[in-house]
């Protein structure tokens, strides 16, 4: 798994690669790569936007809720 607070460079291939949660691209070396994270009964879970155009478009409902 690609630590959400990293850079996704060019170390990461399409195999490795986390998706958009809005649109299902692939998420490789993406500049505007962003991430919104939370905890839910001591766990740490997060989403993958390739842009701020997809973290806009998100509903704001996380899986499982």
């Keep these: 798994m690609i630590d959400p607070t990293s850079d996704i460079g060019e170390d990461v ?8 949660h809005t649109c ?9 790569h962003r991430v919104v994270s939370w905890i839910d009964e001591g766990e740490i879970d997060h989403l993958h936007f390739c842009d701020d155009e997809c ?9 499982n809720q």
């Design 13 to 20: 291939d399409e195999s490795t690669a986390p998706t958009c």
């Design 24 to 32: 299902g691209k692939k998420i490789v070396q993406e500049p505007n």
């Design 55 to 63: 973290r806009a478009s998100w509903s704001g409902k996380r899986p």
